[in-house]
C-alpha cells in the first residue's frame, strides 16, 4: 500500500471532510470530484495513494457515526492492556519509542536553560512541526488546520523560556519516529501529565479508550477532568496517540490541532488495521 507522507494529499482528504460533512447523504465519486474541482480519475488516483481504498469506502470511515462505532467495536480497557500495544501487527507503524520525563523541577522552570531544536517535516496529515532536546522529540504538532504561525507560537508558549533555532536533526528524528524507526521522547509536564501520556501510550493503533480510563490509568479516577486537560495539553500528538480518546457518548471531544484532523487519523488506522487484518493468514 502506498502511503506517501504529502501535505498535499491530506489537503485533498481534508477538503473532502468538509464537502462529505456537508452533505445529507453519501456522495458518489463524480459528485465529490465535482465539488472540490478535481477530475475522476485525479480524486481517486490521491484517494487510494493516501489510504488505499476508494473514496466511496473511505466515506463509511470518515462518517461521524465511525467514532461510534470504534467504542462499540474497539474500545480498550487500559487496566488491561500492556505494552504489546506499543508493538502489535495493528499499529499504524510498528514504532518503538522509549519515553524519559523530565523532573517537576525543570517542568516549573518553563524551560530555562532547554535547549529546543525544530524543524517542519511532511507528513500523511499534512505539515508538522517537529521540537526535540538532547534527549528526543519534546514536541509535535500539525499545521493543516490553523496554520504553521498559529503551531509554532503554541508549541513555543509550552516551554517560554526555552531557547529555540531551527534544526533539521529534529526533523530527521521526527521522521523516523512516524516511519517507525523508533526513537526518543522527552516528556515534560507535570507528574500528571506525563502519567496520562504513558497511558495514552498503551492505546492501540484503531481502538478508542475512555476520558474515564485514562483518568484511571493514569491513577487518579476521580481526576477526570483533570485527566482530559491533560490529554489536551499533549505536546507530542500522533505520536502519543491523543487522538484515540473518546467521550463515553462516542462524540469526538475535542482536539488541539482541529476536529478534521482526528477523524482523518482515526479513519486512516482503521482502514489500515482492517486491511491488515484481511490479509492475515487464516
Known amino acids: 500500500m502506498t502511503q506517501p507522507d504529502t501535505p498535499y494529499h491530506y489537503a485533498v482528504i481534508a477538503r473532502a471532510l468538509a464537502v ?3 452533505s445529507p447523504r453519501a456522495l458518489t465519486l463524480a459528485e465529490l470530484a465535482a465539488q472540490m474541482g478535481l477530475s475522476e480519475a485525479h480524486f481517486q488516483r490521491v484517494f487510494s495513494a493516501w489510504v488505499g481504498v476508494s473514496p466511496q ?16 467495536q ?9 505494552e504489546t500495544g506499543l508493538s502489535g501487527p495493528s499499529r499504524l507503524h510498528d514504532m518503538f519509542l522509549t519515553c524519559e520525563a523530565m523532573t517537576p523541577g525543570d517542568y516549573a522552570r518553563a524551560g530555562a536553560g532547554l535547549h529546543i531544536g525544530w524543524d517542519w517535516v511532511g507528513t500523511a496529515f499534512g505539515p508538522a512541526l517537529v521540537m526535540a532536546t538532547d534527549r528526543g522529540i519534546c514536541g509535535l504538532g500539525f499545521a493543516a488546520e490553523k496554520g504553521e ?3 509554532m507560537a503554541d508549541m513555543q508558549a509550552r516551554w517560554p523560556k526555552a531557547n529555540y533555532a531551527p534544526d533539521p536533526r529534529a526533523g530527521e528524528l521526527g ?3 512516524l516511519a517507525g524507526r523508533g526513537g526518543a521522547l522527552h516528556l515534560m509536564g507535570s507528574p500528571l501529565n506525563i502519567k496520562v501520556w504513558e497511558a495514552l501510550l498503551r492505546i492501540p493503533p484503531a481502538h478508542v479508550t475512555s476520558y474515564t480510563q485514562i483518568a484511571t490509568a493514569a491513577g487518579a479516577p476521580r481526576a477526570v477532568r483533570a485527566a482530559a486537560s491533560a490529554v489536551g495539553r499533549n505536546p507530542i500528538s500522533l505520536l502519543i496517540p491523543c487522538h484515540r480518546v473518546l467521550r463515553a457518548t462516542g462524540d469526538l471531544g475535542g482536539y488541539h490541532w482541529g476536529l478534521p484532523l ?6 486512516r ?14
Not at 469506502?57 to 462499540?72: D, F, S, V
Request: charged residues 20%; hydrophobic residues 50%.
Open 20 to 22: 462529505i460533512d456537508a
Open 149 to 151: 504561525g498559529w503551531a
Open 57 to 72: 469506502r473511505y466515506q463509511q470511515y470518515l462518517a461521524l457515526g465511525h467514532a461510534r462505532t470504534l467504542l462499540a
Open 262 to 267: 482526528k477523524r482523518a487519523m482515526l479513519a
Open 269 to 282: 488506522e482503521s482502514v489500515i488495521a482492517d486491511a491488515q487484518e484481511f490479509a492475515a493468514p487464516r
Open 74 to 82: 474497539r474500545f480498550t480497557t487500559l487496566a488491561t492492556a500492556t
Open 175 to 177: 521522521r523516523a519516529a
